[in-house]
């Protein structure tokens, strides 16, 4: 359906812009974040997981506990290996920050965006999509 895909793009596109495009050292995602998804690791992942997480995936979506989202995400990489992932853009406003991810699987390209938060001085995720790409 061409205008969920339009609207979802937009409203991605609202909260790139509300959370700016200022990018800087403090506002990158951890590497271990990074790592965990090169890695296809959901178990190092989701030492990352907010208390409630927002997964938002071609088959699944909801708000999830951090061990639910961990099996959700699971299920994720092992339908689709990963053959490379590398994050494309970052930014950040106050304790906030996103990062926009492309994951490269055997059987398809995804684009991974983060939403991420700072509390006592580490980074939680509260948010993460999985939208696959246009081919």
Partial sequence: MKSSGTT???????????????????????DSIIKATQDANAKELSNYFNGKIELV????????????????LDDFFKHNPIKSFKI????????????????????????FYFLTKNKEDKTYIHQLRIEKEDD
């Fill in 8 to 30: 979802t793009h937009l409203g991605l596109l609202i909260i790139i812009l509300l959370f700016g495009v200022i990018t800087d050292s403090s506002g990158q995602l951890p």
């Fill in 88 to 111: 494309i853009h970052q930014g950040k406003r106050e304790n906030s920050a996103f990062a926009i991810g492309k994951y490269q699987s055997t059987n398809s390209v995804y684009r």
């Fill in 57 to 72: 995936l071609p088959q699944k979506s909801g708000v999830f506990s951090e061990s639910q989202a961990k099996l959700v």
